[in-house]
């Protein structure tokens, strides 16, 4: 390790003994910054092992222990040395058997401890108690800037004392609960700290059992918190209730960028009052609304408001149930929106109408890059009219038509647009019903198609001659980067033109042929690549 700042050791399996050797080398190394030992099979003793060294050295800023299994005793050896440690500042611990007593020990070092600021105990089990302990320490310790709880079993009584203490806390700027259960009680609580915390950015409770009553907290903490800019509450139940006080709140907030309400049981009346805020708010950027059942009303007032608002440059809206009218006035919104540039449609019910309506609207909107459109009614003559549309179309990027998206005759015209289209880079047709012959347009076009890079056609119907047709494009395509022909039927043949396209293609990293009835023969000359 001489000279050495930097060494990553991840997933090589060294073991108690290679951490103890580690530990050794550090009593007397000088230059050692960063030590990644992720996922190496280093227990109790190995753990014990790089706590005591770190009593004595001066050097290591960054210590990586992710994936091992050092358990509470290596988390108390750990918390013993961070008492007197002043140099390390990033300690990741995520996924190591600590529990209740190693968290409590952590915990009472980071009142003394001056030098760490970021400590990860994602996927432990320190329980409520640890939870009370850290938000003990958290009153006092003036340097931690980033902590990660998620899923460590806290309930109420640890999100409590957590809220509690970020009420005195001037230092955290980032707390992730993820997959803890601190229920409406510690959502009311954490409402409460953050009318008055000044410093906290991101802030993640997903998953974790918070009802209307936490939501409306949250909401009305909204209106007057100015440092919050994140906020994820995937898998809640805010409600609709919920989902109209923070629109409430939207109005008047002018720090939060991004929204995280995925799978929060808003419904109609949540998305039309989000949707209504979006209209005077300029400071959100991204908003999940993924699986709230808004439907048509709610996609409607989302379009009226994508007409004047100029900030908002994500939306998701997967499984919505947003049909045709909805479908129609988002397209609409587009023609005159200038900043969204991703958004996603996925599992919705838009069809005949709303296709044709995003296929006027590609015709002038600048912005959009990505676009998602699964699972929605888009197969039929009609998407031949959207994908006519790509051809001119130079600003999207990413488009995805997966599962049971488009049938052969629409990806021969996807095929036609992609040998003149200009800017898509991933496209994603996997779990359709293409065919050899869809398969041979697509590789005529990628032998003129000089941008796309990623193509995923997993899960469809290519046979053996739809894989050495693609195997033949290979030979004179040089900006495909991946390929995922998993749950094909390449066969031995396919397999083999693909290893003889591989001799000259520079530029394809990744090919994935999951079970594609490939043989011996076909294995074997993917071998000898």
Request: aromatic share 2%; glycine share 8%; proline share 0%.
């Amino acid at each position: 390790m001489a000279g050495a700042t930097i060494l990553n050791l991840q997933d090589c399996k060294i073991g108690d003994d290679g951490a103890q050797a580690l530990a050794e080398a550090l009593k007397t190394n000088s230059t050692l910054t960063t030590l990644n030992l992720r996922n190496n099979s280093i227990g109790e003793d190995g753990g014990v092992a790089l706590a005591e060294v770190l009593k004595t050295n001066s050097t290591l800023t960054t210590l990586k222990l992710y994936n091992n299994s050092i358990g509470d005793n290596g988390g108390v050896a750990l918390a013993e040395a961070l008492k007197t440690n002043s140099t390390l500042t990033t300690l990741n611990l995520h996924s190591n058997k600590i529990e209740v007593n190693g968290g409590v020990a952590l915990a009472e070092a980071l009142k003394t401890n001056s030098s760490l600021t970021t400590l990860n105990l994602w996927s432990n089990s320190i329980g409520d108690n640890g939870g009370v302990a850290l938000a003990e320490a958290l009153k006092t310790n003036s340097t931690l800037t980033t902590l990660n709880l998620h899923n460590n079993k806290i309930e109420v009584n640890g999100g409590v004392a957590l809220a509690e203490a970020f009420k005195t806390n001037s230092t955290l700027t980032t707390l992730d609960l993820w997959g803890n259960s601190i229920g409406d009680n510690g959502g009311v609580v954490l409402a409460e700290a953050l009318k008055t915390n000044s410093n906290l950015t991101t802030l993640n409770l997903r998953n974790n059992s918070i009802g209307e009553d936490g939501g409306v907290a949250l909401a009305e903490a909204l209106k007057t918190n100015s440092t919050l800019t994140t906020l994820d509450l995937w898998g809640n139940s805010i409600g609709e209730d919920g989902g109209v006080a923070l629109a409430e709140a939207l109005k008047t907030n002018s720090t939060l960028t991004t929204l995280n309400l995925h799978s929060n049981k808003i419904e109609v009346n949540g998305g039309v009052a989000l949707a209504e805020a979006l209209k005077t708010n300029s400071t959100l950027i991204t908003l999940d609304l993924w699986g709230n059942s808004i439907r048509d009303n709610g996609g409607v007032v989302l379009a009226e408001a994508l007409k004047t608002n100029s900030t908002l440059t994500t939306l998701d809206l997967w499984g919505n149930s947003i049909g045709e009218n909805g479908g129609v006035a988002l397209a609409e919104a587009f023609k005159s929106n200038s900043t969204l540039t991703t958004l996603n449609l996925d599992g919705n019910s838009i069809w005949i109408k709303g296709l044709l309506a995003f296929s006027e609207a590609f015709k002038v909107n600048l912005t959009l890059t990505t676009l998602h459109l699964k699972r929605n009614n888009t197969t039929g003559n009609i998407a031949l009219v959207l994908l006519k549309s790509l051809e001119s179309k130079t600003t999207l990027t990413t488009l995805n038509l997966g599962y049971k998206s488009i049938e052969d005759d629409e990806a021969l015209a996807l095929c036609e647009a992609l040998k003149t289209n200009s800017s898509l880079i991933t496209l994603n047709l996997q779990s359709n019903t293409i065919d050899d012959n869809g398969a041979q347009a697509l590789a005529e076009a990628l032998k003129t198609n000089s941008t796309l890079t990623t193509l995923y056609l997993q899960n469809n119907s290519i046979g053996s001659n739809g894989a050495q047709a693609l195997a033949e494009a290979l030979k004179t395509n040089s900006t495909l980067t991946t390929l995922d022909l998993q749950n094909n039927s390449a066969g031995d043949n396919g397999a083999q033109a693909l290893s003889e396209a591989l001799k000259t293609n520079a530029t394809l990293t990744t090919l994935d042929l999951w079970h594609n009835s490939i043989g011996s023969n076909g294995a074997l000359a993917l071998a000898r690549h």
